[in-house]
Structure formats: C-alpha cells, structure tokens
C-alpha cells in the first residue's frame, strides 16, 4: 500500500526565481516523488477550501480581503508577498490539500501533503509567507465536523507556529506544541500550550535527545485523535533562515521518531511540510521529500 499523498498544481503560484521565497520548490518535490516512486497511483488532488471553513479560523473580513483579492498592503508587507489571484488560489489549495490529507489519515493512519505549515497566519490576517493558516482550518473544519475530539498540532519547524498557538489560545481541544529556535522570527512569540526554544547551532544529537520526553508529555496533555505534524526542514544547518544545525540524517530522523511515536499508539498523522528557504530548489525539494520518505515507511 502506498502513502496518501495530496498534491495540486496551484501550489506553486509561479514566483520569480529571485523571489525570497521558493516558490517552485513545490512543483520540484511534486516531480521528484513521482521520479522515485512515490506515487505510484496517483496524487490525491484536493479542491480549493471553501469560504466556510476558512472563516472557522480567520475573520470573514480577511478571507474575503484574500478571495477578492484587496488585502491591505500593511497586509501583503508582513507576510512577504502580493495578495494576486494565483497566490489566493494556492492558498485555498494548500488548505483544502491539509484537510484532505487529515481525511485521509484518519482514514489509513497516515498521509502528507506536499505543502502545507502555514503556522504563522492568525484570525485576523496573514505574515511570514502564510496567507491561511492550513493546520488551524483543517483542525477547526474535523472538530466542527465531529470527525474528532481531540487535536495534537506538532510543529518542527525552525520558526515558532505563532499564528496556530493564538488561533487556538482559547481552545481546550487543540494542544499546540512549538519546537523552535529560540532567536529566531517572530520576534514577538505567542504563547503555545508547549513552546520549546532552541539555542542558534543546535546539532541532531542535542535536538534529537529532546524528543522522547516532549512526545510524551505531548501524549499525555493533548490525549489527541489525530496528530498535524509541521516537518519543517527549516532547522537543516544550510538553511538560509534557519540558525540550527540538523542534517539530513537527523531530519529523517526526527520525523522518524515523531511519527513512528504516534503511529505505534494508533494516533493517526498528518504532515505538513513546513518551511524550508534555499536557492538550490533541487537539494531543497529533496529535502523536503524527507517527510515523505519517512512517513512511507509508517504505511
């Protein structure tokens, strides 16, 4: 059986190469895991996330500002980008990507996208390069759904997941972990139910010593129904935006660890891949497929 992979062409909202962010890096990794075997039936391709269940983590007001196309430049400057139309359909994509592969996984016990880990999108608006928040509306959509109870949100990437930890600041159903660095963007952090702040350099032994107790104590407090796991490569030693130390190995072998936690107890998983900022789009795409490499070895 193969892993439920979700992927869409609007994805990729075809930025310039020179653009701070990647944006082709999605259409890489789409490539590369077809290129090795990965998909060997097909993408599961998602529809564009409607507006009602956008609105069950952001205000009306800025999804609309989004779907026409008017968000406010002060806006569009925080989260690093125009507001165009192919930047609001990948938007609502990679949304209904995440929410499709949360069907998925509680369907077969895991899934991924091929996007995904917009954390730092709060109710009121978007910032550092995410225009919806994906998790937050996928887990908003499976609670009001009654498809769950109970939300575990574990994020690795490099960046704390801001937006996700205010979305559900308020929520006693969604447990929200953040494992990031410590000096890093934002610089004003939001208040997770777990923050875990990293010093700059931290290397795979030091990083992966952490996790065994932080899966647990994770376990214990969110006593989830489904896991959204944001596998950020972010914190891989030649990131641009990064300031950790992690290779290759021990991305694999962080994902490892965290899945395979969750998966060993019956907790379905999602993964996101989160953030990742390099020039090189084909070592950065292969990177990210990491997560899909390891999750498969979880089906």
């Given at each position: 059986m193969a892993l439920p992979l979700v992927h869409h062409s609007a994805f990729d909202a075809q930025f310039?190469?020179?653009?701070?962010f990647p944006m082709s890096k999605f259409t890489r990794l789409a490539?590369?895991?077809v290129a090795d075997g990965l998909v060997p039936h097909g993408f599961h391709v998602?529809?564009?996330?409607?507006?009602?269940?956008l609105e069950l983590a952001h205000d009306p007001r800025y999804v609309e500002a989004v779907l026409t196309q008017t968000v406010e430049a002060a806006t569009?400057?925080?989260i690093g980008f125009a507001v165009d139309d192919r930047v609001a359909m990948r938007s609502r994509c990679a949304t209904g990507g995440t929410l499709l592969a949360a069907r998925l996984a509680l369907d077969g016990g895991i899934a991924c996208n091929t996007a995904g880990g917009s954390h730092h999108a709060s109710r009121e608006g978007g910032a550092g390069f995410s225009v919806f928040n994906d998790v937050g509306v996928a887990a908003s959509v499976l609670?009001?759904?009654g498809d769950v109870g109970r939300v575990l949100v574990f994020d690795?990437?490099?960046h704390q997941g801001d937006g996700t930890a205010r979305i559900f600041a308020d929520d006693p159903l969604v447990f929200t972990l953040s494992m990031h660095g410590e000096n890093n963007y934002p610089t004003e952090k939001a208040r997770s139910d777990l923050d875990v702040p990293l010093p700059d350099r931290m290397e795979d032994a030091a990083y992966l010593a952490l996790l065994p107790a932080l899966l647990e104590e994770a376990?214990?407090?969110a006593r989830p129904d489904v896991v959204f796991y944001n596998a950020g490569v972010d914190p891989h030693a030649d990131d641009r935006l990064g300031r950790l130390s992690l290779t290759n190995e021990g991305l694999a072998e962080r994902d490892r660890r965290v899945i395979g936690f969750?998966?060993?107890?019956?907790?379905?998983?999602?993964g996101v891949i989160g953030g990742g900022y390099s020039r090189d789009i084909e070592t950065l795409a292969r990177r990210h497929s990491i997560l899909h490499r390891t999750a498969a070895e979880f089906v």
């Amino acid at each position: 059986m193969a892993l439920p992979l979700v992927h869409h062409s609007a994805f990729d909202a075809q930025f310039s190469a020179a653009h701070r962010f990647p944006m082709s890096k999605f259409t890489r990794l789409a490539e590369i895991l077809v290129a090795d075997g990965l998909v060997p039936h097909g993408f599961h391709v998602p529809a564009p996330a409607l507006v009602g269940w956008l609105e069950l983590a952001h205000d009306p007001r800025y999804v609309e500002a989004v779907l026409t196309q008017t968000v406010e430049a002060a806006t569009e400057k925080a989260i690093g980008f125009a507001v165009d139309d192919r930047v609001a359909m990948r938007s609502r994509c990679a949304t209904g990507g995440t929410l499709l592969a949360a069907r998925l996984a509680l369907d077969g016990g895991i899934a991924c996208n091929t996007a995904g880990g917009s954390h730092h999108a709060s109710r009121e608006g978007g910032a550092g390069f995410s225009v919806f928040n994906d998790v937050g509306v996928a887990a908003s959509v499976l609670l009001a759904d009654g498809d769950v109870g109970r939300v575990l949100v574990f994020d690795c990437d490099v960046h704390q997941g801001d937006g996700t930890a205010r979305i559900f600041a308020d929520d006693p159903l969604v447990f929200t972990l953040s494992m990031h660095g410590e000096n890093n963007y934002p610089t004003e952090k939001a208040r997770s139910d777990l923050d875990v702040p990293l010093p700059d350099r931290m290397e795979d032994a030091a990083y992966l010593a952490l996790l065994p107790a932080l899966l647990e104590e994770a376990h214990r407090a969110a006593r989830p129904d489904v896991v959204f796991y944001n596998a950020g490569v972010d914190p891989h030693a030649d990131d641009r935006l990064g300031r950790l130390s992690l290779t290759n190995e021990g991305l694999a072998e962080r994902d490892r660890r965290v899945i395979g936690f969750f998966r060993e107890r019956g907790i379905p998983v999602v993964g996101v891949i989160g953030g990742g900022y390099s020039r090189d789009i084909e070592t950065l795409a292969r990177r990210h497929s990491i997560l899909h490499r390891t999750a498969a070895e979880f089906v």
